[in-house]
């Protein structure tokens, strides 16, 4: 007993033990950054040890990992599903139909979300709006809503020029505050961003009348207000997470309105992309009214095209077109390089996803190349590359050294850390 006694003591000086989880868009922190404390790889192996590999449908949604579960979507036979499955086996664990398979005419058919998992629930989403929060253990549906039929969102089209999620689907991923959960749903009126009670699913607020972009929102501390940040289909905006008011808009106003990138958050500064209007840097700061906002650089030659951007100390990596792998610094936009041709043979869209891995940045290719590259302004140098999958448009997770991701044809797990 006195023994027992005393290794309870220990574990209380020692604090809770922090599960290696992935569980949401750009991992725990949204920020594409593998955390601190964690191992991350030096180098690359040559040939990835395989753990476990799966056949799945079509999807172009990233898998989360969670509690010793990877859940992802799919579809099966013309339906999105939702998966879990186990992380050590890759084992089906369940399965929950979610809606008919939407198709644009640019995408291969399929879900386009990626799951959020937090505690005992996870939250997925299909691309024509049917947004569902299922127990972790069995897939048990708790709460649903359907944003077209319960908010008036826009119904879609499989051609056209409609922006933002007319076009595309719905694919963001929700933004967890507290019990507090807000996601783009672009409802008329004023339901553009819907705030619910994560448990049960009432609504606490509504805002703004936008149609969504392809990106959930962010929460940063930006003239020392914490707020939530959003990119729609039309502009930039900042709102109070309490009632969802506005505190700022910059617009952004571009073809299609098909605005993908997450915002990266550097200081004051917030770096968004687009295809068509380019790179763009937008000051948030502290007047005598409240927040201002405005953008303080536009560097229209480095576009992103649906590539999210990361961000290390004062510069933010990403993808331009052509394939050009750029660092530049977040306050300035000053370009610290751009390499031409990293990407070479890699590419058919122009997708790539970036991790922080340490001092290094992870970066899988739409090719299924996973490369090393250091993240430093002081120039480019590929330090590792070694083949991890078919092609993709998916944002790997990461945890316990493991790399878990999908392609086309198959969803598995490769050993990074031995």
């Not at 703004?208 to 207000?225: I, K, N, R």
């Not at 617009?251 to 958050?265: D, E, F, S």
């Amino acid at each position: 007993m006195k023994r027992f006694a005393l290794l309870l003591a220990l574990l209380a000086l020692v604090g809770p033990v922090q599960a290696a989880d992935w569980p949401r868009w750009q991992g725990p922190a949204g920020t594409g950054r593998i955390p601190t404390g964690w191992k991350v790889p030096a180098s690359l192996p040559a040939a990835p040890r395989v753990l476990w590999r799966v056949p799945v449908g079509l999807g172009q949604g990233s898998p989360v990992v969670a509690g010793g579960k990877v859940f992802y979507l799919d579809n099966q036979e013309g339906k999105e599903v939702a998966h879990a499955a186990s992380a050590d086996t890759g084992t089906e664990l369940w399965r929950v139909t979610l809606d008919d398979v939407f198709a644009d005419s640019g995408s291969p058919p399929g879900p386009r979300g990626t799951p959020t998992v937090d505690g005992d629930r996870v939250y997925v989403l299909s691309c024509r709006g049917e947004f569902r929060c299922l127990q972790v253990t069995d897939g048990r549906q708790v709460w649903r809503t359907n944003f077209m039929k319960d908010f008036g969102a826009p119904a879609l089209l499989e051609a056209g020029d409609m922006p933002g999620t007319t076009r595309h689907g719905h694919t963001a991923s929700p933004l967890i505050d507290g019990d507090r959960m807000v996601m783009p749903v672009g409802g008329q009126p004023g339901a553009s961003m819907v705030c619910f009670n994560k448990r049960d699913g009432r609504v606490l607020w509504k805002s703004q009348d936008d149609v969504p972009g392809h990106t959930g929102p962010v929460m940063a501390t930006l003239g020392g207000v914490r707020h939530l940040v959003c990119y729609t289909s039309a502009a930039l905006i900042g709102l109070a997470p309490a009632d969802g008011a506005l505190l700022w808009r910059v617009p952004i106003k571009t073809l299609y309105g098909r605005h993908v990138t997450t915002p990266a958050v550097v200081g004051d500064t917030v770096v968004v992309g687009s295809y068509t209007a380019g790179l763009i840097g937008v000051r948030v700061g502290k007047g005598k009214g409240g927040l201002t906002a405005e953008v303080a650089w536009n560097d229209r030659s480095l576009g992103i095209d649906f590539s999210s951007p990361v961000a290390v100390g004062a510069h933010v990596y990403c993808i331009g077109p052509g394939g050009r792998l750029f660092c530049v610094e977040a306050r300035t936009g000053a370009r610290a390089w751009v390499e031409v041709g990293f990407f070479s043979g890699m590419l058919e869209a122009g997708f790539a996803a970036f991790l922080v891995a340490g001092p290094n940045l992870l970066i899988l290719a739409e090719g299924g190349q996973l490369m090393l590259v250091p993240a430093t302004p002081a120039g480019c140098k590929l330090l590792a590359k070694t083949q991890a999958c078919g092609k993709n448009w998916c944002s790997p997770a990461y945890a316990d050294g493991k790399l878990t991701l999908r392609d086309d044809k198959e969803l598995l797990c490769l050993e990074l850390i031995r």
